[in-house]
């Protein structure tokens, strides 16, 4: 598995600004990816962030709302943009190691916004 | 009716009861079975993979899949305090890149 670090823990934020989260990654992963977790639901995959190139949005969440980078293939930002209390939630990132088909999660950035 | 279906608890047994969490999906092309164990302010922690069909242990876990009822456990023998968590199962079709999740069920083992 990989260790995986996420910054901030937590946050709490004023309506209308933006949050920049970041991702990095023990080694070097070829897929990275951001999931929301808010209460009471599931896991919502977010994005893939793909190196080089514009994130893959999942069906519901677009680039001028959560816009990604991912400059490398150890790090990765999520920016929750112009937030509004519905964006409040656990934002998590995630890789997937090598060849293992697994799924890891990092500790998660825990985001309040009033 | 959402693809994955997970009694959301909590469920709360007392220190070495025989837990079992489960999980109904909807989609038969579902082949890859997980659960994950997430605590309190912490990421998901994958706790048992599975392929396809059958049975899997790990020590005390042991991950089951049954693809002709659509229908996964996990059984957690003497459950420990420690134990107590979130559980979480998740599911794909052709890889792990997309996985579905279920809402997670609360697990609570009291002394």
């Known amino acids: 598995s990989a260790v995986i670090s996420q910054k901030p823990s937590r946050d709490i934020c004023q309506r209308g600004t933006s949050l920049t989260i970041q991702c990095q990654v023990d080694s070097q992963v070829t897929m990275m990816f951001w999931y929301r977790q808010q209460p009471g639901q599931s896991l919502t995959l977010i994005a893939t962030a793909n190196q080089g190139s514009e994130a893959t949005y999942e069906s519901g969440f677009v680039i001028d709302k959560f816009p990604i980078s991912r400059p490398n293939l150890t790090f990765s930002t999520l920016t929750v943009s112009n937030m509004s209390p519905e964006d409040s939630s656990i934002y998590l990132c995630s890789v997937i190691t090598g060849s293992s088909e697994k799924l890891f999660f990092g500790s998660g950035t825990q985001l309040s916004v009033l | 009716q959402k693809e994955v279906e997970q009694d959301p608890g909590p469920l709360s047994v007392p220190e070495g009861a025989i837990v079992s969490l489960n999980c109904t999906y909807s989609?038969?092309?579902?082949?890859?079975f997980m659960w994950y164990r997430q605590y309190s302010r912490k990421g998901p922690e994958l706790l048992m993979y599975t392929y396809s069909s059958g049975n899997k242990e790990d020590g005390r876990f042991t991950a089951q899949v049954d693809k002709s009822s659509k229908y996964i456990s996990l059984f957690i023998r003497d459950s420990q305090p420690s134990d107590s968590a979130t559980y979480l199962c998740a599911m794909s079709s052709f890889n792990t890149d997309k996985l579905i999740f279920g809402t997670g069920t609360r697990l609570q083992v009291f002394p």
């Open positions: 989609n038969s092309a579902f082949q890859y």
